[in-house]
């Protein structure tokens, strides 16, 4: 089995915290992965509002490269951390195995650039990995710096958890707290696990910035010390219109939000800067034990 | 703008057969007629409250053929693609690809509101990742913002002082090689999908008749 990694394109820009720290927290656990070479654009939610079959032929691609770049007989699992490119091509692969019309579409789309799509990849999410291949008590075992007395507000977002994900519930998910659990903090109950952050609207809509603000008010409520993400739209959200959140709605205090695996680097003892602490707007102040 | 909601259709004439019948031969679509109109996906929508028309009453001037009304409203434009109505919807309905499907023909017919950039955005962004098989999310921002309200610019002006001083703002793209021709080749892979595009809608202009 091998693990191969897919950015997204947010990994070389907003998200670049989340790519660092994957690579670090896999490098500290010595699961092994290699980028994907040649890999393209997931689509995101833009593509399919413009192009129906481009968007699935452009997901479909990165599965297929993937088969061509590996022997036939090993078995290939797509390591994608942003939540869209999770759904992106797990929903191409979906379509373009269980649906004769788009599938076979899909196929021959590819089959013009000499492509044969097998259906051998699997689609997973570094959740699934942590806390599923690794397993949580290995990962309990390697922590050095428990993450004692941080109260966590794990979020998971929507396109994890919904509509094709295999590995998690779709309304109760709890890999990410069983995880940090694992590794010392303490996760918080709160009702918004799952819930929106908007997308792509939260930056050109006061809709989209309201969907943050009860986000961020509930895991107050919750008592919660920071709030974890597992995508970079969603961390992108949280984080950066949270100054203008907090003067719409006159919240005081801040809510410091930090991608998990930022929070496993710690919990393994790496270095802050190489987990991308410094790249966060409202970073967690992890307690200190004495 | 009108509030679609409220304006009644009165003529039959006025809707388009055709429009249902398109959506519902998509491969996801077949479901549509199956809608109970039980208002679950409105329910679970996080951003109803915010939309003109909502899920459930999309699905249903779909299945009238109101098209106009229909491409013309807000409520698509906000959906998130959060899949919530998607996997509430005790019918199966895909409810989140019915609205990337008229975000589709909004855009094809030019029907995009002008308040909000997202359409210019979704249309920008599809431009450069023909281009560089991979997005460039400092160009898409700066094009979105320089062909939809430049104010909007100056707005979120030190949110990008702030990414740049942490270096999450990627100036030079990093892009691959897109139009070799050769194995692979992402434009060899989307001109097959115009070219099948086109024969798919041949074929069912050619049946429905
Ligand atoms: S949930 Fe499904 S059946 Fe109910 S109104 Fe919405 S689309 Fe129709
Ligand atoms: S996918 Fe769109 S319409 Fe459906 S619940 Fe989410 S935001 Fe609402």
Known sequence: MRYIYYPGCSA????????????????????????????????????????????????????????????ADEEIHIVAPCSACYLGLLKAKHYTESDPKIGGKIKKALAAADL??????????????????????????????????????????????RPYSEFEERATPVTMDNILKAMGATPVDWSCKTRCCGGMLTWSTGAGKELNYILLKEAEKAGADVIATACPLCNFNLECFQDKIKAKYGMKKEMPVAYYTQLMGLALGLDEKALGMGRLFVPPKIPVKV | MQNAQERPVLDQAELDPEFPRRMTRKAWGENLRRCIQCGNCTGTCPLSEYMDLGPRKIISMVRSGNKTDVLKCDTIWLCASCYECTVECPKEIKITDVMYALKQQALDAGHTPRSMPLPVLDREFFNIVMKLGRSQETWLMALVILKTNWLRGLDLAPMGLKLFAQGRLSLLPDPIKVGTGKKGDLKTIMDACDRLDKEEEKEAGVSSH
């Open chain 1, 116 to 161: 044969e799509y097998k259906g051998k990849c699997q689609v997973r999410n570094p959740l699934d990995v942590f806390a599923h291949d690794f397993g949580l008590d290995k990962l309990k075992a390697m922590t050095k710096k428990p993450l004692e007395g941080l109260k966590v507000a794990s979020y998971y977002g929507c396109q994890i958890v």
């Open chain 1, 12 to 71: 070389g820009g907003t998200g670049k915290a989340y790519d660092e720290s994957i690579v670090e927290v896999f490098k500290a656990l010595n699961i092994e992965m290699e980028e994907l070479k040649d890999w393209n654009c997931c689509g995101a939610t833009a593509y399919m509002a413009v192009d129906e079959a481009k968007a699935f032929a452009l997901a479909a691609r990165n599965l297929a490269i993937a088969e061509d770049q590996y022997p």
